[in-house]
Structures are given as C-alpha cells and as structure tokens.
C-alpha cells in the first residue's frame, strides 16, 4: 500500500515558527512531526510515501535527502510552486499514486490511532474512502460531519471532526482529473461521494491533536516528552 502526506502548508497560525520552518518539520520532542509519520507508515509496512510540498518546500527535501531509504521505505515528492490546498495537492499528486486506495494523512496531525486497522480495511466498491473521525475539541465545537450507520453523512445528528487521516480510493478524483493544477480543498472532492452514500468512516476515541497553533503545538510537545518519561520508568 501506497500513503501520501500533506505537508505544503505554510502555517499561518503558527508563526513566527514557521517563517524559517516548514509546519511539518517543527521538532516534536526534538523529532520533526513529518519523521515520526514517516516512521509510523514504514512500521505497518507502507514501502512507496508520496509528499506534496511548498513552503520550504527545498529544507524537507533536504532533511530527507536519502528518499526515506533510513526508514526503509521510498518517498517521492509532488512540488507545487503555490500550495494547492488538500484536494489540489492530492489530485497533483495522483500519478504518484496509482490505481489501489491509498492512506493519507494531514501533516500537521498528530494521533495514536494505529494505522493498521485503516490500512487492513478492505473498502468495497461501494466506497470512495474511509474517515477516521474523532470527538469535537474545543477549537472546532461545531464539528464536520455526522454519521448514519458506518457511513458519513451531513444529516442532523451527533457531529465528529475528521482527524485528517483516511483511506482514499483514486477514482474518487475521476471528475478532477483534467484539474491537476487548480486548487480546492478535499471537502469539495469528498460531498458529493458523502451524499452518495459513498463514504465510510469509524470514530476514534484515542490521543489526537490537530497542530494548528503554537499553543496546540506546544501542548503536544509537552504530551509526547509526557508519556516518554512515563513509558520509560522502569516495571
């Protein structure tokens, strides 16, 4: 199985730390948040990661310089001169993909949720991806999406935030396929599947941060540096 990290953002909210570095590259107990992804994916056995990047796009890269080949696995690299939003970037990055469902994951979040269980979902014709989803935090109340049965709906209900981490089958870019150049975030790419009935998802009640701002970054950096020295006390 292929995966794709979105790391062309250039991180608004979290400046001035990313005026020199790329959002995806801020150290998160003195591992770049890009890394550890990196290592999670390689450890369930992802060999082929696709990155888009953009703002300091060219320190990425560099960080990077061997193709992941230390991690055991081969990254490629989809450039964009301006970044193209999720949707954008992922369409530009199709020919990288190929033809079989792929893992994405936003590269600005972090989670324990095991990719594993994703990976090992064999989603049927039916679906054109599959979420994970979690509670609401403080910062988004009002949520993304509700659920009817397994699959994601925008009928009224109890509303979870899409954790930026899912299954995306290609096909479900067909009718962008002459728009590799154009930007437009995924929810555009995703509504019309999710009103299908083509959509599925599952409900993560686990650890995860979206690492949107400095204070929510910082607080990661303190939970991972947390559950270290708690993992590494002795039985």
């Excluded at 989809?78 to 369409?91: D, H, M, P």
């Excluded at 049965?149 to 981490?165: A, K, W």
């Excluded at 728009?179 to 995860?208: E, K, M």
């Amino acid at each position: 199985m292929k995966a794709m990290i979105l790391a062309a953002g250039r991180g608004e909210r979290l400046r001035p730390l990313t005026d020199k570095t790329p959002k995806p590259m801020l150290p998160v107990d003195g591992k770049p948040l890009l890394e550890r992804h990196i290592e999670r994916l390689a450890a369930i056995g992802v060999e082929h990661i696709v990155i888009n990047t953009c703002w300091l796009g060219e320190q990425i890269e560099a960080y990077f310089s061997d193709h992941g080949r230390r991690f055991g696995v081969n990254i490629s690299w989809s450039r964009e001169i301006e970044a193209l939003e999720t949707g954008g970037g992922i369409s530009r990055a199709l020919p990288l993909l190929g033809d079989e469902p792929f893992l994405l994951i936003n590269g600005d979040v972090w989670s324990d949720f095991p990719l594993a269980e994703l990976s090992e979902i064999n989603m049927h014709e039916g679906l054109d991806a599959q979420l994970v989803l979690v509670d609401n935090p403080h910062h988004h109340p009002q949520g993304d999406f509700s659920m009817q049965g397994n699959l994601v709906s925008y009928e009224d209900g109890q509303r979870f935030t899409f954790s930026g981490i899912s299954l995306i089958r290609p096909a479900l870019f067909v009718a962008y396929k002459n728009d590799a150049g154009a930007s437009f975030p995924l929810r555009d790419v995703l509504r019309p599947a999710i009103v299908a009935g083509r959509v599925g998802a599952s409900i993560y009640t686990g650890h995860w941060c979206d690492v949107g701002t400095v204070e929510r970054y910082q607080q990661l950096d303190t939970y991972i540096k947390n559950r270290k020295t708690v993992n590494d006390r002795p039985t």
